[in-house]
Each structure stands twice: as C-alpha cells, then as structure tokens.
C-alpha cells in the first residue's frame, strides 16, 4: 500500500486539511476513490465559511484524514470501511441513493395518470381570478390563505411504498442466503409487513383512528428504511462482480503507487536528527497532546512509531489482491441492481453472489466422469 512518507502533524490550517484529505484520497483503489473524493470536495466547499460548528466540523476532517492514512498503510478495517461507504452501502452516499430511490417514479396506469391530470385542471380552474381580477373566494375560509398542514408521520405516504417493500422482501431473502458468508451492516430485516403492529380494534372494538395507524406505520417504516441496501446501476454492479473477480490486479483499477517524497538541502541536513527532543512542540502544545501514547492501534493512523522497547515492532503495510477480492466480494452480495420492464412497470432485483470456494478439478479427477453425460448416466 502506498503507506505516507512523514507523520501526521498535531494541528493543521483548514486549507492545509483540505489538501492532505485529496492528496490521501488520491492514492485509494481508483475503483470507488471518486465517491470519497466527492464527498470532501462537498463538505469543505458547503462549509468554507466559519460558524458555530467550525471546530467539531475540523476535529471531523482531522480523524478522516487519520483514516485515510491509516487505510494506506494497510489498516485493513479502515479500508473495508471506505469500501462500504464508495459503493454506497453506508455514509453519504447511501443516503444520497436512498433520497432517489423513495420518489414516486410517477403513475402506474392509465386511470391514475387521468385522475392526477383532472386535478391538476381542477386546481387550476379554481385558483384563476375572475373577470374584474378579484381572487375567487372559498366559502368557509378567510380571507388570508390558510396553509394546508402536514399530518404528523405521513412522510412514508410520499414514498414509493410498493417498490421498496420488494426491496425489503428481496433483501430478506438475500440475507438468508447470504448467511455465514458475509455480515450486513446495522441490523437485519426482520418484518416485511407495515402493519404488523397496527391493532385490529381499539380498547372499544371500534377500528383504530387514522392518525394511530399512520404512527404505527410510520413507525415500521423509519426502522426497515436504515436497512435498506439501495441498488446500484448496471455498470457500477458488474464492476463490483469483476471485481470480485481480481480485476484490481489490471492496470485501469491497480492501486497507484506513491510519489517520490521531496527533499530539500534543509530536510537533507536534518536526517539525523528526528531523535532529539522537540521542544517547539512542548512549548506550542500541552503535554498530553504532545506525549500522545503511540500504540500500535495508532500508528497507521498518525504515523508515529514509539521507539522505546515496548514500542512493538512495526506492522505490515501491504494488503494482499486477495483481501480486495474477498472484500469486493463481500460488498458485491450487499449490493442489488434494479432494472425495471417498460411494458409492465414491474421491477426485478438481482443481488451478487459469493465466490465458489469449490476448486478446479484436476485431470486425473476428471478421469473418473469419462462416458458420463450430464445428468450422470452412461453415455451409450
């Protein structure tokens, strides 16, 4: 792995922070470093001016950067980390899928395109001024205009409910079948069925009030809607299978190397001397920020080695193809694609499989299915 050349600094100027982040990003598998690169281009853009959360925001992009360190040089949690959130399983990007995912994708026949249209026209007639340019009035209102209210919990009634219920049966299944071989992250579906915990009658026997079943659904559904693994395009999910497959190993998708490191006279001439004491440090930092203990759970992250004799000896930077495989692999089975039929509307999900861990026959083993057909029988 291309693992960074010098420690991490204590502090860093937000611009400086903003550089180490792309520079750290650079060097990630080409395969999904677009989608972290996007992300911190969004947040530092969207938050260049300074406000009340400025410093939470900073100490934010600080322990990203000690990810993005720590990942490239051979963290391999960290690694499987940004794995999940480039292709969209967690982070931002997840929920950026998720906010396309629930919209309507617009009427499913004839008659409810016809009804929208009669609306539509409906509304238009009534809010038209009359002759003289006087606002048509509506009996039993004021008049102001009264604002229509949101009922409370109806945000799922916006949704395209039936579309995402056969993503939470597909993923039901898929988690079955995936079993043993992959763990999903946050919690499994459980339930498929909106109203499992909406009563059939209330304490009077009467059916239940309206705004009770919109809470009990709304309720189900904030729930299965954190599980939910969004479906990615075609291209991107066949890259995710070739992938799995060792396509990282070719040039397009190999994980770049890093730069020569830059050497001044002055850098030269100080070689020798990293292990004299850092007074600036003492005198610019408290000692707890300075004297940090440097245990081998953070020294991929900041890149500061203790070398006293319990300092333990240093950890390996390289991450093996076959790690990548088996993590692309991982990710391929949380990953659905969705591709719907123009004539009938309806949609088919198809999930990734796991690898076969069978092996190739050899040809002494073959030997033995000589004269035998497919189904087993003798051939004649």
Same mark, same amino acid.
């Given at each position: 792995?291309?693992?960074?050349?010098?420690?991490?600094?204590?502090?860093?100027?937000?611009?400086?922070?903003?550089?180490?982040?792309?520079?750290?990003?650079?060097?990630?598998?080409?395969?999904?470093?677009?989608?972290?690169?996007?992300?911190?281009?969004?947040?530092?853009?969207?938050?260049?001016?300074?406000?009340?959360?400025?410093?939470?925001?900073?100490?934010?992009?600080?322990?990203?950067?000690?990810?993005?360190?720590?990942?490239?040089?051979?963290?391999?949690?960290?690694?499987?980390?940004?794995?999940?959130?480039?292709?969209?399983?967690?982070?931002?990007?997840?929920?950026?899928?998720?906010?396309?995912?629930?919209?309507?994708?617009?009427?499913?026949?004839?008659?409810?395109?016809?009804?929208?249209?009669?609306?539509?026209?409906?509304?238009?007639?009534?809010?038209?001024?009359?002759?003289?340019?006087?606002?048509?009035?509506?009996?039993?209102?004021?008049?102001?205009?009264?604002?229509?209210?949101?009922?409370?919990?109806?945000?799922?009634?916006?949704?395209?409910?039936?579309?995402?219920?056969?993503?939470?049966?597909?993923?039901?299944?898929?988690?079955?079948?995936?079993?043993?071989?992959?763990?999903?992250?946050?919690?499994?579906?459980?339930?498929?069925?909106?109203?499992?915990?909406?009563?059939?009658?209330?304490?009077?026997?009467?059916?239940?009030?309206?705004?009770?079943?919109?809470?009990?659904?709304?309720?189900?559904?904030?729930?299965?809607?954190?599980?939910?693994?969004?479906?990615?395009?075609?291209?991107?999910?066949?890259?995710?299978?070739?992938?799995?497959?060792?396509?990282? =190993? #070719?040039?397009?998708? !190999?994980?770049?190397? *890093?730069?020569? /490191?830059? $050497? &001044?006279?002055?850098?030269?001439?100080?070689? @020798?001397?990293?292990?004299?004491?850092?007074? =600036? #440090?003492?005198?610019? !930092?408290?000692?707890? *920020?300075?004297? /940090?203990? $440097? &245990?081998?759970?953070?020294?991929?992250?900041? @890149?500061?080695?203790?070398?006293?004799?319990?300092?333990?000896?240093?950890?390996?930077?390289?991450?093996?193809?076959?790690?990548? $495989?088996?993590?692309?692999?991982?990710?391929?089975?949380?990953?659905?694609?969705?591709?719907?039929?123009?004539?009938?509307?309806?949609?088919?999900?198809?999930?990734?499989?796991?690898?076969?861990?069978?092996?190739?026959?050899?040809?002494?083993?073959?030997?033995?299915?000589?004269?035998?057909?497919?189904?087993?029988?003798?051939?004649?």
């Amino acid at each position: 792995m291309p693992a960074p050349w010098q420690p991490l600094p204590q502090s860093l100027q937000p611009l400086q922070l903003y550089r180490c982040l792309l520079r750290e990003a650079s060097y990630l598998p080409p395969a999904f470093r677009r989608a972290i690169d996007s992300t911190i281009r969004t947040r530092f853009h969207k938050n260049r001016e300074n406000g009340l959360h400025t410093n939470k925001r900073l100490s934010k992009a600080m322990s990203s950067l000690r990810t993005l360190r720590a990942a490239n040089s051979g963290d391999k949690a960290a690694m499987q980390g940004l794995v999940m959130k480039g292709f969209g399983r967690t982070g931002n990007r997840r929920r950026q899928l998720m906010a396309q995912l629930v919209k309507p994708q617009g009427p499913g026949d004839t008659q409810a395109l016809e009804y929208i249209l009669d609306q539509a026209a409906a509304t238009s007639t009534a809010n038209q001024p009359h002759a003289d340019g006087s606002k048509p009035v509506v009996p039993g209102e004021s008049s102001q205009e009264k604002k229509t209210r949101i009922p409370k919990n109806s945000f799922f009634e916006r949704w395209d409910q039936p579309k995402l219920l056969q993503i939470i049966r597909s993923q039901k299944q898929q988690q079955k079948d995936t079993k043993g071989s992959t763990s999903w992250p946050g919690q499994s579906v459980k339930t498929v069925d909106p109203d499992l915990h909406v009563p059939e009658t209330n304490i009077w026997g009467k059916p239940p009030a309206p705004n009770l079943v919109r809470t009990k659904r709304a309720h189900w559904w904030r729930r299965n809607a954190d599980k939910i693994m969004p479906p990615l395009g075609k291209g991107e999910w066949d890259l995710l299978q070739r992938l799995s497959n060792g396509a990282q =190993e #070719a040039d397009e998708w !190999a994980v770049p190397s *890093r730069r020569p /490191q830059s $050497r &001044t006279e002055s850098s030269t001439s100080q070689l @020798g001397m990293t292990d004299q004491w850092n007074w =600036e #440090a003492h005198a610019t !930092a408290s000692i707890a *920020r300075v004297e /940090q203990p $440097r &245990t081998m759970l953070r020294q991929r992250r900041t @890149g500061q080695h203790d070398s006293g004799p319990y300092g333990g000896r240093l950890r390996s930077r390289e991450v093996s193809g076959r790690w990548f $495989r088996r993590v692309y692999n991982r990710t391929w089975q949380l990953t659905p694609t969705m591709e719907q039929d123009p004539n009938t509307l309806r949609y088919t999900l198809k999930w990734g499989n796991a690898a076969p861990n069978l092996p190739s026959a050899t040809a002494s083993q073959m030997q033995v299915f000589e004269g035998v057909d497919e189904r087993g029988n003798k051939a004649h």
